[in-house]
């Protein structure tokens, strides 16, 4: 299965263009055929979407994954705005922010600050808005920032800043706690396992093809 990325931003991009990301799709078989930034969700509009879909598929893409923020929408506003083609799309919505896949992911945003998510929770005292559910939150950067702001070392604390520690600390979406990190990862198993099954499929018909010539020469 051949599939490309069309990414809201900088830090999605980065995401689905690291190393981890890349061996999740070859551990399902999954060619990633390339990543279009749209550089804003103003950008990913009905109007703008023949475009991206053409520059995707012209890198060998057969399906593409969307991926943006939900920001202060529901799930189905977001689809409204963006109106996907399911024949061709297929859309992941991050909860509030993307920032929630790393907020979540306790392994990596340990190996870069020393602390899990809720030891944070539990001895912050700045508490911006907290909620022990990420994608509770009104927007996972704020907290974010605030961890990294507690340690001296960080000297970018911006969104792309935070992106390239997590990267360059091997972020796994695998490990991030939150639904629509999973979710996103169940669309990629279930596209994979659909190519697999067409892919058995066709086979099974070529051999059955083969012994139905076979037997029809062996009559003969």
């Known amino acids: 299965m051949n599939i490309g990325f069309l990414c809201e931003g ?25 990543t279009v930034n749209t550089k804003g969700s103003g950008k990913l509009l ?7 879909t053409k520059q995707l598929s012209q890198m060998g ?13 529901t799930k189905k506003q977001v689809y409204e705005k963006i109106c996907p083609d399911e024949k061709k799309h297929i859309l992941i919505i991050s909860i509030k922010k993307v920032e929630s896949w790393f907020l979540s ?15 944070f929770i539990q001895e912050s005292k700045n508490r911006r808005n907290l909620s022990d559910n990420v994608e509770d939150l009104g927007n996972p950067y704020d907290q974010l920032e ?17 992106a390239n520690e997590f990267i360059k600390h091997n972020f796994d979406i695998r490990n991030s706690n939150c639904n629509s990190a999973k979710y996103f990862i ?35």
């Open 10 to 34: 900088q830090t999605e991009q980065k995401i689905v263009d690291s190393y981890n990301f890349k061996e999740l799709l070859k551990n399902l078989k999954i060619t990633h055929c390339g």
């Open 186 to 220: 169940k669309k990629l198993e279930e596209i994979a396992k659909a190519e697999d099954n067409k892919t058995n499929e066709q086979v099974d018909n070529k051999n059955k093809k083969t012994t139905s010539k076979s037997k029809k020469n062996h009559k003969d």
């Open 105 to 119: 992911n306790d392994v990596t945003l340990k190996a870069i600050t020393g602390i899990t998510y809720a030891k």
């Open 61 to 73: 893409a057969w399906k593409i994954f969307i991926i943006t923020d939900s920001d202060k929408n």
């Open 46 to 52: 009905p109007k703008f979407l023949p475009t991206y």
């Open 146 to 162: 605030d961890i990294f702001n507690e340690n001296p070392d960080f000297l970018d604390t911006s969104k792309l800043g935070i």
